[in-house]
């Protein structure tokens, strides 16, 4: 690899999907990149993404919440990349900056970055944290990047699958900060808001296992009944081929919310335990190939272990294109960095 390639390190890796949006970036800007460390501690999602990064020569495997010499573990880093989760921590006004996080995965991506001093990260959360004790969170962590870790250029954005070219309504946030420069970044405004379900549907007829049984869609129908009954909009919820999915979450509800009705199933011989006929209505869920597209991964990147961890790993990822489009727009700035100017150090609102 040259010398000049970016070295990046993808934190709460999973299976892999802000890793595989930064790379197509990368190849994209013609510049060359390499993962020098990744990790997370969920056994499958690591058997993914040794099988879809075969090439890379470490293990995914690793709690960086105990890894100690940055040196050692990491080298030189250009590029920290992170879908860390969102854990709460004390905003009590103690002034110890990025310590008072200790104890939260945040904190390990602060340190990490205060101590590698990488040129630019890209740091993705669920949309909540905006939200989350009323903006207080995000903005205390926004605080840090900025003023206790000197990423000034430090802004973030709230952006939805659905307006990059993937028919899922998923909005997450994606926070950027820059060490140098940063002036002439802007977050990637909407490409693509034309995908619907039928582009993402699987050609062939699915196997009769995603289709409901007549008695698991009977009690669905009766939760959602009773749910209705108190004002609650919980329950089933059937897409049409001309609409968009729902975000797609770990469990049942996940699936749920999205299921479909294809009339192409031939052999209706049920394929589970369930002795239950299959739905007279042909009422299925997706299936992981179909969820692997709403995410914008190639068709098999979670083959290899059961539907059920597919789900959940899927549910868990982020939208490849999304990524994709955030990494591009750093990358023009990485290529022709613009000085900074902070317009007012106590504003705390979207980019």
């Known amino acids: 690899m040259a010398e000049d390639a970016l070295r990046f390190i993808d934190l709460f890796c999973g299976i892999g999907g802000i890793r595989l949006g930064f790379e197509r970036a990368c190849s994209a800007a013609r510049m060359q990149s390499e993962c020098v460390y990744s990790a997370d501690i969920d056994d499958h999602a690591c058997a993914m993404y040794r099988k879809n990064f075969a090439g890379d020569g470490h293990d995914?495997?690793?709690?960086?919440?105990?890894?100690?010499?940055?040196?050692?573990?990491?080298?030189?880093v250009d590029i920290v990349l992170a879908g860390f989760p969102c854990q709460a921590f004390s905003i009590a006004g103690s002034k110890r900056g990025f310590e008072e996080t200790r104890g939260t995965l945040f904190f390990d991506v602060a340190r990490i970055i205060e101590d590698r001093k990488p040129k630019a990260f890209i740091l993705e959360n669920v949309k909540g944290l905006v939200m989350h004790r009323s903006g207080?969170?995000?903005?205390?962590?926004?605080?840090?990047?900025t003023h206790d870790l000197g990423y000034l250029s430090t802004r973030f954005q709230i952006l939805n699958s659905l307006d990059f070219g993937v028919p899922q309504h998923r909005e997450r946030v994606y926070i950027v900060g820059f060490k140098e420069g940063g002036?002439?970044?802007?977050?990637?405004?909407?490409?693509?808001?034309?995908?619907r379900?039928?582009?993402?549907?699987?050609?062939?007829?699915?196997?009769?296992?995603?289709?409901?049984?007549e008695g698991y869609l009977a009690a669905a129908r009766a939760h959602r009944a009773r749910h209705e009954a108190k004002g609650n909009g919980f329950g089933y919820e059937i897409r049409g081929w001309n609409d968009y999915a729902a975000a797609i979450v770990c469990g049942g509800m996940g699936r749920e919310r999205n299921l479909l009705i294809d009339a192409r199933l031939e052999d209706r011989t049920p394929q589970t335990h369930i002795r239950s006929?299959?739905?007279?209505?042909?009422?299925?869920?997706?299936?992981?190939?179909?969820?692997?597209?709403?995410?914008g991964f190639p068709d098999g990147w979670t083959a290899g272990v059961a539907d059920t961890h597919?789900?959940?790993?899927?549910?868990?990822?982020?939208?490849?294109p999304v990524v994709n489009a955030v990494a591009s727009a750093v990358m023009k700035e990485l290529k022709n960095p613009?000085?900074?100017?902070?317009?007012?150090?106590n504003l705390f609102q979207l980019a």
């Open 197 to 213: 379900i039928e582009h993402i549907v699987e050609q062939k007829p699915v196997a009769a296992k995603y289709y409901l049984s």
């Open 183 to 195: 002036g002439g970044f802007k977050f990637p405004k909407p490409s693509d808001s034309t995908k």
């Open 277 to 295: 006929p299959i739905n007279a209505e042909n009422v299925r869920r997706m299936t992981p190939i179909e969820w692997e597209r709403l995410q």
């Open 136 to 145: 207080r969170t995000l903005k205390r962590i926004i605080d840090i990047l």
């Open 310 to 320: 597919r789900y959940r790993l899927l549910g868990n990822s982020v939208t490849v």
């Open 60 to 76: 995914p495997k690793s709690d960086v919440t105990k890894v100690t010499d940055l040196t050692k573990a990491m080298g030189r």
């Open 338 to 345: 613009l000085p900074f100017v902070e317009r007012n150090p």
